[in-house]
Nanobody, 121 residues
């Protein structure tokens, strides 16, 4: 079993930055595809960024967000810059084995509990 714990969320003004962390425990996730998702109130959870054979970004965050991983620390990061009010959501990290499509489409094997990001205008 893998446990994922997100941290780093909070309240930030428009244009600000946050760095989310997702610490994995239980086993190494170095062989897993990993991703960050977000869910705003009343909306579906959608993929924000993922690392498969390459990096994937949703159009809405391209050029502003950067996903990275540190396999030695068993941790995944999401650097979020130039934040906008529409980025406000609960952010989740996830990990999946198998084909890249699984993480892109949210068919993950493991999910974190989420961390709230609020961007004020």
């Amino acid at each position: 079993q893998v446990q994922l714990v997100e941290s780093g969320g909070g309240l930030v003004h428009t244009g600000g930055s946050l760095r989310l962390s997702c610490a994995a425990s239980g086993r190494s996730i170095s062989s897993y595809f990993v991703g960050w998702f977000r869910q705003a109130p009343g909306e579906e959870r959608t993929v924000v960024a993922a690392i498969t054979w390459s990096e994937y970004y949703a159009d809405s965050v391209k050029g502003r967000f950067t996903i990275s991983r540190d396999n030695a620390e068993n941790t995944v990061y999401l650097q979020m810059d130039s934040l906008k009010p529409e980025d406000t959501a609960v952010y989740y990290c996830a990990a999946a084995l198998g084909l890249p499509d699984r993480i892109i489409k949210g068919r993950a094997d493991y999910w974190g509990q989420g961390t709230q990001v609020t961007v004020s205008s």
